[in-house]
């Protein structure tokens, strides 16, 4: 198949997924061709089947605000024309979806039919998509889309609750290559940053308020009093500054690191003892599913989808959101009890297997090929 993903090519998580989705898709054969305004981050491979196409936006002093949609609109109606695309793959509501239902009508002026798929991945519906200036483009090229999938169950029922979605919305979970964070730990990297044997604990998220990151150096400064321990703060957004100013309030400046943004967290996880996210909302939880993956318990909230993966009292604990005497409780309980740890690490990794890659991207080539099927049904012999 010649698959276009159409996704934010940022740390985020609906660009990660979008990325490593098309680099297991180039893997297996398919010719894939990412649309967006910047290589993504992730695509840090070359592999014959898999095309860049950056989206190019001409600025005029008659526009105060560059007219992105309109010019993605443009280059996917280029690369499905030129490179014969069998269908569109879309990441992320706005403004993805809309651009694709303009492409799609666009093509159809030549005869061209091109599936549109639209997944939904978090804030573009729990957020944004809620705001009263989009949500009627939202709910209108969601309904458009021939197929809608959500990345966890939780993300399916807002979508229905919060939008007047007349199609069927298949959940398809986020996943992850746990052979890539199989990795064996480097000693000597986890001794320059625990060189007494501190246990080690990581947080990594986009700093927005939403992730509640204070609640992190909370439940680490009691940890703190316990027991030794490092914590390391990976991730860059608004509320980093913040937070280095109260690492300094609690006087831990020397047992807390701030990684800024890193593409190769298995190298970080892998030496690591606990995973920490306190969010008021996750969809799914994709950066807590990546910790299991290297055989990391999680601490984090019953928010969101974090219980179709955090299962609670096995891969870790859930805890009300801001309830950062419980989180601190079930931390310490795991990182003093070696035994404990060893069991919840073995859980955790067990877990995020479930969710591997090779489990999950099946699961959109049957949905490709459904209307792929469609299409050559309708050719003629």
Same mark, same amino acid.
Do not use: W
């Given at each position: ?99 694709? @239902?303009?492409?799609?009508?666009? %093509?159809?002026?030549? !005869? $061209? ?6 997944? *939904?991945?978090?804030? =573009? ?28 169950d939780n993300l399916r029922m807002e979508t229905y609750r919060s939008f007047a979605i007349e199609k069927e919305i298949d959940v398809i979970h986020n996943f992850v290559d ?71 309030? @609690?006087?831990?400046?020397?047992? %807390?690191?701030?990684? !800024? $943004? ?6 970080? *996880?892998?030496?690591? =003892? ?101 299409i050559c049904s309708k050719l003629p012999a």
């Amino acid at each position: 198949m010649r698959i276009g993903i159409v996704c934010y090519p940022t740390f985020g998580g609906s660009g990660v997924l979008a990325t490593e989705l098309g680099k297991a898709l180039a893997d297996k054969g398919h010719s894939v061709h990412f649309i967006t305004y910047q290589q993504p981050v992730r695509l840090n491979v070359f592999s014959a089947n898999i095309y860049y196409h950056e989206v190019r936006v001409p600025t005029y002093p008659l526009f105060d605000y560059p007219p992105y949609e309109v010019a993605l609109s443009s280059t996917m109606v280029d690369v499905i024309l030129h490179h014969n695309l069998d269908l569109l793959h879309v990441h992320y509501a706005i403004p993805h979806a809309s651009a694709a @239902y303009m492409a799609k009508q666009i %093509v159809a002026k030549v !005869g $061209k039919n091109i599936p549109v798929i639209t997944t *939904l991945h978090g804030t =573009d519906i729990t957020l944004v998509g809620r705001d009263k200036t989009y949500a009627p483009v939202v709910t209108f090229s969601i309904n458009e889309s021939d197929a809608i999938t959500a990345v966890s169950d939780n993300l399916r029922m807002e979508t229905y609750r919060s939008f007047a979605i007349e199609k069927e919305i298949d959940v398809i979970h986020n996943f992850v290559d746990v052979a890539r964070f199989s990795k064996k730990p480097i000693d000597a990297f986890r001794q320059v940053i625990a060189p007494n044997g501190e246990k080690i604990l990581v947080h990594a998220s986009n700093f927005r308020k939403i992730k509640r990151v204070q609640d992190v150096v909370k439940i680490f400064a009691e940890v703190r009093k316990q027991m030794g321990a490092k914590l390391l703060m990976v991730g860059d957004g608004p509320e980093r500054p913040p937070m280095e100013d109260l690492v300094k309030d @609690y006087g831990l400046t020397d047992d %807390v690191r701030f990684l !800024g $943004k890193q593409e190769q967290m298995e190298e970080i *996880l892998v030496v690591s =003892d606990l995973f920490v996210l306190p969010s008021e909302y996750e969809s799914f939880g994709l950066a807590a599913l990546e910790a299991m993956a290297a055989r990391m318990p999680v601490i984090s909230t019953n928010a969101g989808g974090l219980p179709e993966i955090n299962i609670h009292g096995k891969t870790g604990y859930l805890s009300n959101i801001g309830d950062v005497e419980d989180m601190s409780r079930n931390a310490i309980a795991i990182l003093s009890n070696d035994e404990m740890l060893s069991d919840f690490k073995k859980n955790a990794y067990e877990q995020a297997c479930k969710f591997d890659i090779h489990n999950i991207v099946p699961v959109y080539e049957k949905l490709y090929s459904r209307f792929c099927s469609m299409i050559c049904s309708k050719l003629p012999a």
